[in-house]
């Protein structure tokens, strides 16, 4: 039958869904007979146990839903697909149950072995590790250092409000901040551009729902703000979009948009930010912002790129993270 393969499909996803949650082997009985992502996905298992462990926290139950993107029949008897996998794991941390979402994509090849099909090869996409730009400082963001003064941004009334203009200090709203982040953790505001990399976009929307004053200068390299598209050209400063923009933004900035950065997670409020720097080489490449707590206090974070609401924050669950991994914890002031 011409859709044999997708019998396959759901025999993998049922085992994508068994392995978040149960780190027994196997048996040998995988529908996968890529053999480089059987033994990653082995060594993924004993990390996640170890991981739940050091977070005196047990899996209970991962509920994952499927959705295909992508099929191309590359020829007789093999085919490839693009998988959306939605997943809901539940776990419980002392005494009290919590449950994280994310939404991860994976790239499958699918081959005819006789009468049925296996999964000969997985590729797994890793959205959150991608280069960064590494900015220069600007000290007068007005001009370009060739004399000239350059003009100030179009600003977009209708996505930024009145609050794009206001220049004296104002409360952060904390909770707005998150409200916001859970309402567009899985999707995107039509109001906005959306990125492939859209992690930096997604924080700065929800700082700005919480509050935070745009800070115009005209130059892509300094402030923080957005404007759109303006002819077909990205109208957006860096810290805007970039991970490694907003934390230098975040860690040099005085007024308007500020931050403390503090040593541990544990002293962060709702509304704070989390970067993320896999490699340890001082460039950072993911950007989260807390919206809730654990049972032992610890943040729970969301994010785009890889869609997540209420993932625990250190993101060892993550095919990104490295032994090499650096954050940087900053609380956002409690006036902007």
């Not at 996968?32 to 996905?41: A, G, K, S």
């Not at 990205?234 to 979009?241: G, I, K, L, V």
């Not at 919206?291 to 969301?302: E, Q």
């Amino acid at each position: 039958m011409a859709d044999d393969w997708k019998k396959t499909l759901s025999v993998y996803v049922n085992e994508q869904n068994q392995d978040e949650v149960d780190y027994r082997a196997s048996g040998g009985g995988s529908v996968v007979t890529d053999v480089d992502h059987l033994l990653h996905r082995g060594e993924r298992k004993r990390k996640l146990q170890a991981w739940y462990h050091g977070r005196r926290a047990v899996p209970l139950r991962c509920e994952t839903r499927a959705k295909l993107i992508r099929e191309i029949e590359k020829r007789a008897g093999e085919i490839e697909v693009d998988l959306q996998l939605m997943r809901k794991i539940h776990y419980e941390k002392g005494g009290a149950r919590h449950q994280e979402e994310r939404i991860d994509r994976q790239r499958l090849t699918l081959q005819q072995d006789g009468l049925g099909w296996t999964i000969s090869r997985v590729e797994q996409r890793v959205p959150e590790r991608h280069p960064d730009l590494v900015l220069p400082t600007i000290d007068d963001p007005t001009h370009s250092g060739r004399g000239e003064v350059l003009p100030r941004p179009f600003l977009n009334r209708n996505v930024l409000g009145d609050r794009g203009a206001a220049s004296r200090s104002t409360p952060y709203r904390r909770e707005e901040a998150v409200l916001y982040a859970d309402r567009w953790w899985d999707g995107f505001n039509p109001e906005f551009a959306a990125f492939e990399v859209d992690c930096t976009n997604y924080i700065s929307q929800c700082l700005f729902a919480g509050g935070a004053p745009i800070n115009y200068t005209g130059k892509r390299e300094s402030g923080w703000w957005y404007k759109g598209y303006i002819g077909g050209r990205e109208a957006w400063s860096y810290s805007w979009s970039v991970s490694n923009a907003l934390e230098r933004y975040l860690a040099q900035s005085q007024t308007g948009l500020h931050a403390q950065a503090l040593d541990r997670p544990e002293q962060l409020q709702l509304g704070d930010v989390i970067v993320y720097d896999w490699d340890g080489n001082g460039a950072y490449q993911h950007s989260t912002i807390v919206t809730a707590f654990d049972a032992g206090g610890m943040p729970l974070v969301n994010a785009h790129t890889t869609p997540s609401k209420h993932r625990y924050w250190d993101y060892q669950d993550s095919y990104a993270w490295t032994d090499q991994t650096v954050y940087r914890f900053f609380h956002i002031a409690d006036r902007l």
